[in-house]
């Protein structure tokens, strides 16, 4: 039963460790001074989704994550 079966995904906290271990980290790429100056995004209505998940107010980890993920590559890279 355990061999002859479906491939399944799994979940990985990100939500949680956004509120935890990965929350400096996450907190400097969703500054909102910086996501001002480089005025790729909305700051304000990035601020409020990260500040809303981090009160547990819902589970935004998916639409931080996408920008967290540009926000480091744009810091890297540009």
């Known amino acids: 039963e355990l061999f002859e079966r479906p491939k399944q995904g799994f979940a990985i906290p ?3 460790w956004l509120r935890e ?3 400096d980290w996450a907190e400097d790429l969703l ?3 910086k996501l001002a100056q480089d005025g790729l995004f909305n700051a304000a209505e990035i601020r409020s989704i990260w500040e809303a998940h981090l009160r547990g107010d819902g589970n935004h ?3 931080l994550w996408s920008a ?3 926000q480091s590559w744009h810091k ?3």
């Open 68 to 70: 967290l993920m540009f």
């Open 21 to 23: 271990p990965l929350h």
């Open 61 to 63: 980890a998916n639409a």
């Open 76 to 78: 890297k890279w540009m």
């Open 14 to 16: 990100v939500a949680e």
């Open 31 to 33: 500054n909102e001074s």
